[in-house]
């Protein structure tokens, strides 16, 4: 599976993520590492320039990725692990 970009509403899954064997990574994560991506298009442009899944709860960024045939996963407020890997098993077989 491809890795995972989290959006920065969802601080501290990533860290969850790669503990249940996923590559994973937040926004915030990112911006500590010194990437300057502080808005939506940045961040869509990453996610697809890195072959990574998007996960957001922001329509705006969820519709970019839709347009432009990006992976991305659409989330409520507070989604379950298990509610997430499920929405990724749609992924699975991504090169």
């Not at 970009?5 to 926004?27: I, N």
Request: hydrophobic content about 35%; overall charge negative; glycine content about 6%.
């Amino acid at each position: 599976m491809r890795p995972l970009l989290f959006d920065e509403m969802y601080e501290g899954k990533s860290k969850e993520f790669r503990q249940l064997g996923y590559q994973a990574m937040s926004v915030r994560e990112l911006r500590d590492m010194g990437l300057q991506i502080k808005h939506d298009f940045s961040i869509i442009k990453y996610t697809d320039e890195n072959k990574m899944i998007l996960l957001t709860r922001d329509k705006e960024s969820y519709g970019g990725c839709m347009e432009n045939q990006i992976p991305c996963v659409e989330l409520g407020e507070n989604p379950s692990n298990d509610d997430i890997a499920a929405k990724l098993e749609k992924f699975k077989d991504l090169p």
